[in-house]
């Protein structure tokens, strides 16, 4: 079969080696013709593709240069093989051995399937230096920069920094603004003294008539002049002339050079013909020609700079072209950790850029949201070539805000990379391996500790990831029904589509005090799926696109907002559950049973509890909410009386001690528990349903007059009566919590359960 593709590869003895490739579809290899161009190698495959290969001469065979790019043949030497790029996206430089020995290369492009490829790779590096040069101009002003760069150093770091650079020059606005700038330039008029014959000459004035006078090389004129005798031949006369000569222009004509400049130290720098001394070359070439033009050569060199020109400043066209100068001076001497997972070795990474693009989108919003005051020196280090950023795929970064919505105050911290490590609760962290998202917001109140806010349920965290490749919200959520059994097929296969929705959920159920995770990715539809009608707890993904016309970042703006809104209120169900939580998980809480008790528990002891699930077709409380009463039962006869009118009294008082104080919970309890120690009667300890509203105040009075309630004669002002009747389960009790107390206690049925067998 003939292959898709015959790459002849030149070898040092003058002679070639030929690469043959094969794709499952031709549309997934290319020969680009604008290649060099855009700073590409010229044979382009496409991410998550394979591609079959085969040198035509023996001994011949692709060296490994990652894990799992190159599948070398065992079964004839390694002369055939695949090529599987994974997600991979860049320059990909593959080297030909011979004997373990390099005798050629060849060079990839290996793009993404998204057609905006390219410009959007050019605006997230535009995008990034200016973020960075706004980060910087934070600790200094930009009218004390420095405007000689020093671009010695580290190649890598220096093709980094000339990536920052090429972004700019490259852009549309900036190669509109010089246009521009040439079509419609600053310009003054200026007088210009030249030697003219008399005959000439303007209209006098003092200077010419003086000339008149004093003149050299003078003609006879017959006295017709005021008694002069003669004239000179020649007079100096001043020419008003609109040049475009002026200090703004020279300024222009600087800026273009020294970005000329700085692209062939760059390419001085590289190894000849590879890709890095190819883009410096390009990029140097194309300002030669802007410079070539006739409107540069009449501009003279610049000898002061005039930073402060209203035309630099406010005019179109220059005040960009000054933008431009403030990045590359900053971005010329501004390195950061993770631009080597970008730039290293001129791989152009679009997915990693696209995860630090949209770090920089979110700091942005979140200073504008949040007033974020931060210092940034916390985050700039010193280099060897000025100032780096902290900033690297995998290591944790930390910006701290504060904000007052009105209702309440919250602190804030937004997180690059942070790590939720396996830790035991209450502690922060994951129920059970290390989970590391992207970005994670963090909001807590203000007043409270952010390690007492994890351990009391009042911090919230929301997840986000970066997912370049995904480009719509089907590839994330599906389309529709989802077919389960195909999905299996689909893991088994490992092209699984949901794998990123359930990372979402994975965060969510992981990562305690989590709200919500959310996927951000180049697309345009939205997706917010949410518990109930309250915006959080939810998952779901939101559009972020590297794009001059819109990248959605408003639509995300709106959500953290309204995130804010719903944080300030404490009536929400999401802080109604999380009060709960963190209640119903106090160690300081003694109505709970340890799982622990329950080992070596007879079954018939356990299905004695036949506790209802529903009463009146709704769920009952958990056992640890149910209050119940105890009450103490004095003799026998008063049980015949309680057992006859289904009646309990208690003392009631705010005072006197073994009186029951009416408040919240004594209203609220569901259960009576009657207990006695003084006499021998059966079925004692024994649990009562309290009637619902059939507790009431009674005086000693009323308890007196009325001898159906009561047949003792009362001592106390105040009693509370209630209503009994008998319960329609069965429980086993357990008698320690009463202690064999005469005083009415206020228990939960959960320390009333019994577990022992």
């Given at each position: 079969?003939?292959?898709?593709?015959?790459?002849?590869?030149?070898?040092?003895?003058?002679?070639?080696?030929?690469?043959?490739?094969?794709?499952?579809?031709?549309?997934?290899?290319?020969?680009?013709?604008?290649?060099?161009?855009?700073?590409?190698?010229?044979?382009?495959?496409?991410?998550?593709?394979?591609?079959?290969?085969?040198?035509?001469?023996?001994?011949?065979?692709?060296?490994?240069?990652?894990?799992?790019?190159?599948?070398?043949?065992?079964?004839?030497?390694?002369?055939?093989?695949?090529?599987?790029?994974?997600?991979?996206?860049?320059?990909?430089?593959?080297?030909?051995?011979?004997?373990?020995?390099?005798?050629?290369?060849?060079?990839?492009?290996?793009?993404?399937?998204?057609?905006?490829?390219?410009?959007?790779?050019?605006?997230?590096?535009?995008?990034?230096?200016?973020?960075?040069?706004?980060?910087?101009?934070?600790?200094?002003?930009?009218?004390?920069?420095?405007?000689?760069?020093?671009?010695?150093?580290?190649?890598?770091?220096?093709?980094?920094?000339?990536?920052?650079?090429?972004?700019?020059?490259?852009?549309?606005?900036?190669?509109?603004?010089?246009?521009?700038?040439?079509?419609?330039?600053?310009?003054?008029?200026?007088?210009?003294?030249?030697?003219?014959?008399?005959?000439?000459?303007?209209?006098?004035?003092?200077?010419?008539?003086?000339?008149?006078?004093?003149?050299?090389?003078?003609?006879?004129?017959?006295?017709?002049?005021?008694?002069?005798?003669?004239?000179?031949?020649?007079?100096?006369?001043?020419?008003?002339?609109?040049?475009?000569?002026?200090?703004?222009?020279?300024?222009?004509?600087?800026?273009?050079?020294?970005?000329?400049?700085?692209?062939?130290?760059?390419?001085?720098?590289?190894?000849?013909?590879?890709?890095?001394?190819?883009?410096?070359?390009?990029?140097?070439?194309?300002?030669?020609?802007?410079?070539?033009?006739?409107?540069?050569?009449?501009?003279?060199?610049?000898?002061?700079?005039?930073?402060?020109?209203p035309a630099l400043q406010r005019r179109e066209g220059y005040r960009d072209v000054l933008k431009a100068w403030y990045m590359f001076?900053?971005?010329?001497?501004?390195?950061?950790?993770?631009?080597?997972?970008?730039?290293?070795?001129?791989?152009?990474?679009?997915?990693?850029?696209?995860?630090?693009?949209?770090?920089?989108?979110?700091?942005?919003?979140?200073?504008?949201?949040?007033?974020?005051?931060?210092?940034?020196?916390?985050?700039?280090?010193?280099?060897?070539?000025?100032?780096?950023?902290?900033?690297?795929?995998?290591?944790?970064?930390?910006?701290?805000?504060?904000?007052?919505?009105?209702?309440?105050?919250?602190?804030?911290?937004?997180?690059?990379?942070?790590?939720?490590?396996?830790?035991?609760?209450?502690?922060?962290?994951?129920?059970?391996?290390?989970?590391?998202?992207?970005?994670?917001?963090?909001?807590?109140?203000?007043?409270?500790?952010?390690?007492?806010?994890?351990?009391?349920?009042?911090?919230?965290?929301?997840?986000?990831?970066?997912?370049?490749?995904?480009?719509?919200?089907?590839?994330?959520?599906?389309?529709?029904?989802?077919?389960?059994?195909?999905?299996?097929?689909?893991?088994?296969?490992?092209?699984?589509?949901?794998?990123?929705?359930?990372?979402?959920?994975?965060?969510?159920?992981?990562?305690?005090?989590?709200?919500?995770?959310?996927?951000?990715?180049?697309?345009?539809?939205?997706?917010?799926?949410?518990?109930?009608?309250?915006?959080?707890?939810?998952?779901?993904?939101?559009?972020?696109?590297?794009?001059?016309?819109?990248?959605?970042?408003?639509?995300?703006?709106?959500?953290?907002?309204?995130?804010?809104?719903?944080?300030?209120?404490?009536?929400?169900?999401?802080?109604?559950?999380?009060?709960?939580?963190?209640?119903?998980?106090?160690?300081?809480?003694?109505?709970?049973?340890?799982?622990?008790?329950?080992?070596?528990?007879?079954?018939?002891?356990?299905?004695?509890?036949?506790?209802?699930?529903?009463?009146?077709?709704?769920?009952?409380?958990?056992?640890?909410?149910?209050?119940?009463?105890?009450?103490?039962?004095?003799?026998?006869?008063?049980?015949?009386?309680?057992?006859?009118?289904?009646?309990?009294?208690?003392?009631?008082?705010?005072?006197?001690?073994?009186?029951?104080?009416?408040?919240?919970?004594?209203?609220?309890?569901?259960?009576?528990?009657?207990?006695?120690?003084?006499?021998?009667?059966?079925?004692?300890?024994?649990?009562?349903?309290?009637?619902?509203?059939?507790?009431?105040?009674?005086?000693?009075?009323?308890?007196?007059?009325?001898?159906?309630?009561?047949?003792?004669?009362?001592?106390?002002?105040?009693?509370?009566?209630?209503?009994?009747?008998?319960?329609?389960?069965?429980?086993?009790?357990?008698?320690?919590?009463?202690?064999?107390?005469?005083?009415?206690?206020?228990?939960?049925?959960?320390?009333?359960?019994?577990?022992?067998?």
């Amino acid at each position: 079969m003939q292959p898709d593709f015959n790459i002849p590869l030149p070898l040092q003895d003058g002679t070639a080696v030929n690469l043959q490739l094969w794709a499952d579809d031709p549309e997934y290899i290319q020969d680009c013709a604008d290649a060099h161009e855009n700073g590409e190698a010229r044979f382009q495959l496409s991410e998550s593709r394979t591609y079959q290969y085969r040198l035509d001469s023996a001994g011949y065979v692709l060296g490994a240069i990652r894990d799992g790019v190159v599948v070398s043949s065992s079964f004839d030497g390694g002369q055939t093989g695949r090529i599987v790029p994974g997600i991979y996206t860049g320059r990909l430089v593959i080297p030909v051995l011979r004997n373990q020995v390099k005798v050629a290369e060849v060079e990839f492009e290996i793009r993404s399937l998204k057609t905006d490829y390219r410009t959007d790779y050019r605006h997230m590096l535009a995008d990034i230096a200016e973020h960075c040069v706004d980060l910087v101009m934070q600790c200094s002003s930009p009218v004390t920069q420095q405007f000689t760069p020093d671009y010695a150093g580290n190649p890598h770091t220096l093709y980094q920094q000339f990536s920052f650079v090429k972004s700019i020059v490259n852009s549309q606005e900036f190669r509109d603004a010089v246009q521009r700038i040439v079509t419609s330039p600053v310009s003054r008029w200026s007088e210009e003294e030249k030697s003219v014959d008399i005959r000439k000459s303007a209209r006098p004035d003092v200077s010419l008539i003086r000339q008149f006078a004093s003149g050299k090389r003078r003609v006879v004129v017959n006295g017709l002049l005021g008694g002069l005798a003669s004239l000179p031949e020649r007079v100096i006369v001043k020419d008003k002339t609109d040049t475009v000569d002026v200090p703004e222009n020279r300024f222009v004509k600087y800026v273009l050079s020294e970005f000329r400049r700085f692209a062939g130290d760059v390419k001085s720098k590289m190894a000849g013909n590879s890709p890095e001394y190819r883009d410096a070359g390009s990029v140097e070439a194309d300002l030669e020609r802007i410079l070539q033009e006739p409107f540069f050569r009449e501009i003279s060199s610049l000898q002061a700079l005039i930073i402060n020109s209203p035309a630099l400043q406010r005019r179109e066209g220059y005040r960009d072209v000054l933008k431009a100068w403030y990045m590359f001076d900053t971005a010329a001497k501004l390195s950061w950790a993770g631009g080597e997972d970008v730039y290293d070795a001129g791989k152009r990474d679009v997915a990693v850029l696209y995860e630090y693009w949209v770090f920089f989108e979110l700091l942005m919003m979140a200073r504008e949201l949040f007033n974020m005051d931060f210092q940034v020196q916390d985050h700039l280090i010193t280099t060897s070539n000025g100032l780096g950023l902290a900033l690297k795929s995998g290591s944790e970064l930390p910006f701290e805000g504060r904000f007052n919505t009105g209702a309440r105050k919250f602190n804030m911290k937004f997180w690059y990379n942070r790590v939720f490590g396996r830790r035991n609760y209450p502690g922060r962290g994951s129920w059970t391996r290390e989970m590391r998202p992207d970005y994670t917001f963090s909001f807590w109140p203000d007043g409270v500790s952010e390690e007492q806010a994890e351990e009391q349920e009042l911090i919230v965290h929301i997840h986000f990831d970066a997912k370049y490749k995904v480009e719509r919200i089907n590839e994330i959520l599906g389309d529709g029904e989802v077919d389960l059994d195909a999905e299996k097929i689909d893991q088994r296969k490992g092209t699984y589509k949901r794998a990123d929705l359930l990372k979402m959920h994975a965060y969510k159920d992981a990562i305690r005090r989590t709200a919500g995770a959310y996927i951000l990715y180049p697309g345009s539809e939205a997706s917010d799926m949410r518990g109930f009608h309250e915006i959080l707890p939810g998952l779901g993904a939101f559009p972020l696109r590297p794009s001059a016309s819109g990248t959605g970042i408003d639509e995300l703006k709106e959500f953290i907002k309204k995130v804010v809104s719903h944080l300030q209120y404490r009536a929400t169900r999401r802080e109604h559950l999380s009060y709960h939580v963190y209640d119903s998980q106090r160690t300081d809480r003694d109505d709970f049973v340890d799982e622990n008790a329950f080992a070596g528990i007879r079954a018939e002891w356990v299905s004695r509890h036949l506790l209802p699930e529903l009463e009146d077709g709704v769920r009952t409380e958990p056992v640890a909410d149910i209050i119940v009463l105890a009450g103490f039962v004095r003799d026998a006869e008063h049980w015949r009386w309680i057992q006859g009118e289904m009646k309990y009294n208690f003392r009631h008082g705010q005072e006197d001690r073994g009186a029951l104080r009416l408040d919240d919970r004594v209203s609220s309890a569901r259960y009576l528990l009657l207990h006695t120690d003084a006499f021998a009667v059966n079925n004692l300890p024994k649990l009562f349903r309290i009637i619902p509203d059939s507790m009431r105040a009674q005086s000693r009075v009323g308890l007196v007059s009325d001898e159906a309630v009561y047949q003792y004669r009362p001592h106390h002002d105040e009693y509370l009566v209630v209503g009994i009747e008998a319960i329609a389960f069965d429980v086993t009790l357990n008698i320690q919590p009463l202690a064999l107390t005469q005083e009415p206690l206020i228990l939960s049925l959960g320390r009333l359960l019994a577990v022992q067998g």
